[in-house]
Structures are given as structure tokens and as C-alpha cells.
């Protein structure tokens, strides 16, 4: 079976690079501030530079706020998602979005040789695919005209 073009895509071609980190060791309060001031959904957890977990708005919600936690003494490590799921940049995009579904997640940071190298979400993957498309509308209006 032959492989689209644009399912030959790779991550490192749709990821964003600047990923916004936190120590897992900050509280659950620092890391909502620092979402809030990026206006961002989620936040690599670091230790020692590296990555180790992620938390998102959801895990804040979920795990702090509708158990009546304080975020203040909450850390951060307590309520990371962890063990890291993760993608290599030379992934394809088909690849990362088959992680994201069987693991039921919208976002993958992006590691290569242990080092952060980037953040894909499935918003990424759709604005890839939705502009593939539009592509491929206006090449096949071309032919037509022919």
C-alpha cells in the first residue's frame, strides 16, 4: 500500500519547539500561575532538567481543586502524569497521533537522546492534516481546469 504524502510528515515538522517547563518540585499553585501568565494547557515536568511527567489544567482540576487541595502545598510531583509518554521527532505524525489515542492523551513531548526537544498536541496534528487537505483541494481545482 502506498503512503500518502502528507502521512509521511514527521514531528519535528509540526511540533513546537519552545516547550514551557516545570521543576517537580514547585507547587500545584506556581505551575497554574505559569500556565495562566503563557496562557497554555500544560506544562513538561522537569527534574534536573530532565523530563519526567507532564501536568495539564485537567490533572489541577481533577486531582486538586475538586478534592479541595490547596494548591500551595500541593507539588507538582504528586500529581504529574508519569511515566512520560513521548515521541522522537523523526516520528511520523500518523505515529504520534496513534500514541495520543491508544493512550487516551492530547499531548506529547517530544525527547530526543533524553533531552526535551519539543511538544506535539492533537491540535498540531489536526491544523497539519486540515491544511494537507485545502493543499490537495487546490492541486485537484488546478488539474480540472486543464
Known amino acids: ?35 495562566n501568565g503563557k496562557n497554555i494547557g500544560s506544562l513538561v515536568v522537569v527534574e534536573q532538567g530532565a523530563p519526567v511527567g507532564i501536568i495539564t489544567e485537567r490533572d489541577i482540576v481533577r486531582k486538586v481543586v475538586a478534592r479541595r487541595r490547596n494548591p500551595e502545598e500541593v507539588r507538582v510531583s504528586e500529581i504529574m502524569s508519569k511515566p512520560l509518554i513521548h515521541v522522537s521527532p523523526n516520528a511520523f505524525i500518523f505515529e504520534a497521533a496513534e500514541l495520543m489515542g491508544k493512550n487516551q492523551i492530547r499531548r ?38 486543464i
Do not use: F, N, W
Not at 517530544?110 to 491544523?127: H, Q
Open 1 to 35: 500500500m502506498r503512503v500518502p504524502i502528507s502521512a509521511r510528515s514527521r514531528v519535528r515538522d509540526v511540533m513546537t519547539k519552545e516547550v514551557v517547563t516545570v521543576e517537580s518540585s514547585a507547587s500545584v499553585q506556581e505551575a497554574a500561575e505559569l500556565m
Open 108 to 145: 506529547l513531548p517530544v525527547i530526543e537522546r533524553e533531552a526535551l526537544v519539543g511538544i506535539i498536541t492533537m491540535y498540531d496534528i489536526i491544523k497539519h492534516y486540515r491544511e494537507m487537505a485545502y493543499s490537495l483541494i487546490d492541486m485537484m481545482s488546478a488539474i480540472s481546469r
